[in-house]
């Protein structure tokens, strides 16, 4: 069953990517004459009795040329059809990926409408979101700025002014023949792990390129729309219930602020100490959602999203994921009070989706009403506590009661005040944890990955996981289940399971390297030598997201 859906998730990944070879040539002369061969057979008839969805063709083409770096365990020919004949169908496998592509395009489009233009498909860009937030009912049409169609770079993430227009057909063939190469260089000989690499991979290429151009605001990327098809035909291949074929689960890690700014004033290394929790409260969140789809086969595709301590994951409705979800939560609520005497809580739930929206429940289309629903169960299983603290419906009182500390007040740990020193150094009286702490603070600005490991291999413990952060990757990470690439700079790493994920860990340096002292950098000041902070805030922003995107914004204004 993994195997099938990793096969799925594959397929839901490389469905569309015919789309940027579509937009690459201006004609077929570039697919070989076995494409070709089956252009009757993959795409659907028009009106007018040719060929429409013509960018089947080119995923042909694409997995064709791909198919002999996939995973041996993977049936490259299997995979090639699944993709392929995704608007023409012929078996139930390639009938899931048909209807994973329908149900992400109307997760994508249902808000706006599409239209008919006789402007050329290859000329239209990514339309920036922000540029279609509006609170009146009038239609809001995006300025001159649009997203070009190239790799992720520091240098292309904000919006150009629109050149008139041009087609950006240079542009996609970069992106194909930078996609093609790269992934012959991968060597990953396990699915899941290449699946993972291979999204990370997508979204470097395809963040800025639209999924649909014959709509009237296109500001849904190719890579959005393939992610959420993986996720759905995942889900649809292993599901018990067709009728509610989705489980959505989401995570919720509290009273971060209060751990994090716990750590005792005077006791040393502040900065370090409180960028390590910090650090360490983001890597919670993280590591546990990745390692819940890690323990169900599933890629990190069916991660939704992952911010400030909750996450949110798209699942296959069974009793292995149900089983899967209560032992991460007692697992992690076990580990919160044994590791942090109950400082942190931690919420996670979950709920039936069904394919379509029904007279009781709305269907996977309707993310906003789901996520509301998930979010107020969240907030019910936070007002009941870590599940340890009581057994069939009593308080567990043996469980309130954590155990004390008989020595002396001078043996205490200097910065948390609650567990027994171990440092041997007279000036530095720090428990375990708080040392640890530190010694992940002082890592992390020098790191550029995070590795993940389900077991207990990596340096840092966690809930239901351990990790190493590390400049530089050995050979001793094929191990890893996951590595996360804090800069998305290092692209020739292709034989182990990578992805991206911006971090930010920047902090000055001297001319050697070394971390400031935040005396040595008030020292730097112009005028007074003093430090200084900026805290900016966007009042509203929620609101402005949740209620504005969902404006008359995307109305056809006729």
């Not at 993977?74 to 090639?80: D, P």
Request: aromatic share 10%; glycine share 6%.
């Amino acid at each position: 069953m993994e195997n099938n859906i990793t096969v799925m998730a594959l397929a839901g990944l490389l469905h569309d990517v015919g789309k940027v070879g579509q937009r690459a040539f201006v004609d077929e002369k570039h697919l070989s004459g076995a494409t070709l061969g089956i252009a009757d057979y993959l795409c659907p008839k028009n009106e007018f009795g040719g060929r429409s969805h013509k960018h089947v063709l080119y995923t042909n083409e694409f997995c064709e040329l791909i198919k002999n770096n996939l995973p041996p365990g993977i049936n490259r020919s299997e995979l090639v059809n699944l993709a392929a004949y995704h608007h023409r169908p012929t078996d139930e496998f390639q009938a899931i990926i048909s209807r994973a592509d329908r149900l992400s395009a109307a997760f994508d489009r249902d808000a706006y409408q599409a239209v008919d233009s006789a402007a050329s498909f290859r000329k239209t860009q990514l339309i920036p979101i922000t540029g279609t937030v509006s609170f009146t009912e009038e239609a809001v049409f995006p300025g001159n700025e649009l997203l070009e169609p190239r790799a992720l770079s520091a240098d292309r993430i904000f919006p150009t002014m629109n050149d008139g227009a041009k087609e950006k057909t240079t542009d996609y063939r970069k992106l194909w023949d930078g996609l093609i190469q790269t992934i012959r260089d991968f060597k990953i000989p396990d699915g899941l792990r290449f699946t993972n690499s291979l999204s990370s991979l997508f979204e470097r290429y395809l963040w800025a390129v639209p999924s649909a151009t014959n709509v009237m605001v296109p500001d849904i990327s190719l890579f959005d729309h393939l992610k959420a098809t993986a996720a759905i035909a995942a889900c649809l291949c292993a599901a018990e219930s067709q009728t509610a074929p989705f489980i959505f689960a989401a995570g919720d890690f509290g009273g971060i602020q209060k751990y994090i700014f716990s750590i005792k004033r005077g006791s040393g290394k502040m900065a370090k100490a409180l960028r390590g929790r910090s650090f360490k409260v983001n890597a919670f969140s993280d590591s546990t959602a990745y390692m819940i789809l890690a323990e169900l086969g599933l890629p990190s595709t069916n991660l939704v999203l992952s911010a400030g301590g909750r996450f949110y994951l798209l699942l296959p409705n069974n009793e292995k994921t149900i089983r899967a979800l209560k032992k991460q939560r007692e697992s992690i609520h076990e580990w919160i009070i044994e590791k942090t005497n109950g400082e942190l809580k931690f919420s996670l739930d979950w709920l039936e989706v069904s394919a379509e929206d029904n007279q009781s429940e709305p269907g996977i289309k309707n993310f906003p009403k789901i996520k509301d629903l998930i979010d107020q169960k969240l907030a019910d299983s936070g007002m009941r506590g870590l599940t340890p603290l009581a057994t069939n419906g009593k308080w567990n009182t043996a469980v309130w009661l954590r155990p004390g500390y008989s020595g002396s007040s001078e043996e205490l740990c200097r910065s948390c005040q609650s567990n027994p020193a171990v440092s041997a150094a007279q000036d530095e009286k720090l428990c375990k944890t708080c040392l640890e702490d530190r010694e992940l603070g002082r890592l992390a600005v020098k790191s550029n990955y995070m590795v993940n490991f389900r077991d207990r291999s990596g340096k840092f413990h966690l809930p239901i996981a351990s990790f190493d952060v590390l400049q530089e990757l050995t050979e001793a990470e094929r191990a890893a289940d996951l590595i996360v690439d804090f800069r998305g700079e290092n692209v020739a790493v292709y034989d182990k399971p990578i992805i991206t994920s911006f971090k930010n860990n920047y902090v000055p340096v001297d001319d050697s390297g070394d971390v400031l002292e935040f005396s040595e950098i008030a020292e730097k000041a112009s005028g007074k030598k003093y430090l200084a902070y900026l805290k900016a805030d966007v009042d509203n922003l929620g609101f402005i997201f949740s209620r504005g995107l969902a404006s008359g914004g995307h109305n056809n204004p006729d």
